[in-house]
């Protein structure tokens, strides 16, 4: 048996895009999450709508949002995909410490979404420190990471 090989790199180890023509279209969906730690503070401004740049979940959101239908432009060698379905999810840890995002992908397509899902839930987390650095210099972004995926050749994946 061999050893797998990088999928992004020719036999002489040069990059390149995937050719992905050979591959049946399925439905792939894939399911990413992180969290922004921030202090109880901060929280509660966000919660009262009082942080000066606006509503940070709901920019965050669209962020994210924005951020998986454009994974192409973003990420080198990623294929440009007609998604079907992005939903972006903030809420407050239920430990206080923050704010988990949550983003799940969805296309019919030959190849799959999770890095889509990863780029919606790092720019979301990006925006809400961006929102809210002002009064929280410690925010931290971290745990982003792949939750789930389904669909094509692989099957479907689960983060134990």
Do not use: N, W
């Amino acid at each position: 048996m061999s050893a797998p090989s990088l999928s992004h790199l020719d036999e002489s180890g040069k990059a390149r895009m995937v050719d992905v023509s050979a591959k049946d279209a399925t439905r792939r969906v894939a399911v990413a999450e992180g969290h922004v730690a921030l202090a109880p503070a901060t929280l509660e401004l966000i919660a009262q709508g009082g942080v000066a740049k606006g509503d940070v979940i709901a920019t965050a959101r669209i962020a994210g949002i924005m951020a998986a239908k454009r994974t192409h432009e973003l990420i080198p060698l990623c294929h440009p995909l007609a998604l079907t379905s992005v939903a972006v999810d903030i809420e407050p840890a239920a430990d206080g410490s923050g704010l988990d995002v949550t983003a799940r992908v969805a296309v019919t397509g030959r190849t799959g979404v999770e890095m889509e899902a990863l780029t919606a839930v790092s720019l979301a987390c990006l925006t809400v420190y961006d929102m809210v650095k002002a009064v929280d210099r410690g925010a931290t972004i971290g745990g982003i990471r792949l939750v789930e995926k389904s669909g094509g050749k692989s099957g479907t994946f689960r983060r134990p």
